[in-house]
């Protein structure tokens, strides 16, 4: 089976969710998927975090945007502020627009993990924050769910939720993630990887299985995967004719009018010899009506004068049918921009 690739990319300021990324990580190598975490940049200066009391950052890689698109699933570590995204993690988020128009995170499953304050601190209302990012990326969210029998223990305080891992850090971020909320964690991590395992062994198989039936796998080659095929194919070309064949079907059509427009004929065409078509007899007209009056008239004959139509109704009519024709738009632009042009 494939290896799949999931990316853990996290802010971190206190280290709380970095604790809580490691057992995700655990978890998932746990269940054989390959692994690496990232955290976002910075956007506070140095002077502001040494006020702060913040540590050094954790020793791990800086992801770029377009870095997402390299994994089968990402899970997002992210600490709440006031009950929605820190800057630096929106910064990546609202950065990834060209993977957007490109629909390049479309597919993919992603999670999240949290960290707050408080034990009300907005560990959910951070979560939904975020699925709205992921569904405008036709992202696939895997929620925890209560797959972990402490997350409903109430004589403890436990962070976490139905979105995902979490830990109550305290206002002064002096409580550090407890042993079962990285019990917590690490399950997350197990349960994504299963999650996740699943769909790339099922995708294996459908390729294996079309690999043995001579097909191609979908999304190679041509529309309908399967090699030389085509969705619509071309019509079979009618054989060819010859002259004497299309002879026939002159005379053989000449025949059939002539017998056509007037039965009789049919009777004196003798073997060999070509039809040949008896003018129809013209037809008469309905009889006449008297008219003591003037000259007789056909039935269902008016004497209305056709009304002509005048020169300035017809350039009129004309001018109101160019009007109705919409414009046509020089370009479709997408809400964050061309795709060709957007960062």
Same mark, same amino acid.
């Given at each position: ?125 951070? +979560?939904?924050?975020? @699925? #709205?990012?992921? /569904?405008?990326? &036709? ?5 925890? !769910?209560? $797959? ?97 064949? +299309?002879?026939?079907? @002159? #005379?053989?059509? /000449?025949?059939? &009018? ?5 039965? !009789?004929? $049919? ?77």
């Amino acid at each position: 089976m494939t290896q799949p690739k999931v990316y853990i990319v996290i802010y971190s300021l206190y280290h709380h969710i970095y604790k809580l990324s490691r057992s995700i990580r655990d978890g998932l190598e746990a269940k054989g998927v390959n692994v690496q975490t990232f955290q976002v940049k910075e956007t506070l200066q140095d002077y502001v975090l040494e006020k702060m009391h913040a540590p050094a950052k954790p020793n791990i890689p800086i992801i770029e945007p377009h870095q997402l698109a390299e994994a089968d699933g990402i899970i997002f570590g992210i600490p709440t502020r006031f009950g929605i995204f820190p800057a630096q993690m929106k910064a990546l988020l609202d950065a990834t627009g060209k993977l957007w128009a490109n629909g390049s995170l479309s597919g993919k499953f992603v999670a999240t993990f949290f960290a707050t304050a408080s034990q009300h601190g907005g560990q959910e209302t951070t +979560a939904l924050n975020a @699925v #709205t990012y992921f /569904a405008h990326h &036709g992202m696939i969210y895997v929620p925890f !769910g209560y $797959a972990n029998a402490n997350m409903s223990n109430n004589d403890v305080v436990v962070g976490g939720s139905a979105y995902g891992a979490g830990t109550i850090t305290n206002g002064d971020g002096s409580r550090q993630p407890s042993e079962l909320e990285l019990a917590i964690a690490n399950d997350q991590g197990e349960n994504f990887a299963t999650v996740l395992n699943t769909f790339t062994r099922g995708a294996d198989t459908d390729a294996s299985t079309r690999s043995i039936r001579g097909e191609t796998p979908l999304g190679e080659g041509t529309p309908t995967g399967k090699g030389s095929e085509s969705l619509n194919p071309e019509p079979a070309a009618a054989p060819a004719m010859t002259t004497e064949h +299309a002879m026939a079907d @002159v #005379t053989s059509s /000449a025949a059939g &009018g002539a017998v056509g427009a007037n039965p !009789g004929a $049919a009777a004196s065409v003798e073997p060999g010899i070509e039809a040949v078509a008896t003018p129809p007899t013209p037809a008469t007209g309905p009889p006449a009506v008297a008219n003591t009056d003037g000259p007789a008239l056909p039935l269902n004959t008016t004497t209305e004068t056709p009304v002509p139509v005048s020169e300035t109704t017809g350039a009129k009519n004309a001018t109101t049918a160019a009007a109705a024709v919409p414009k046509k738009k020089k370009r479709f632009w997408f809400c964050c921009g061309n795709p060709d042009q957007v960062d």
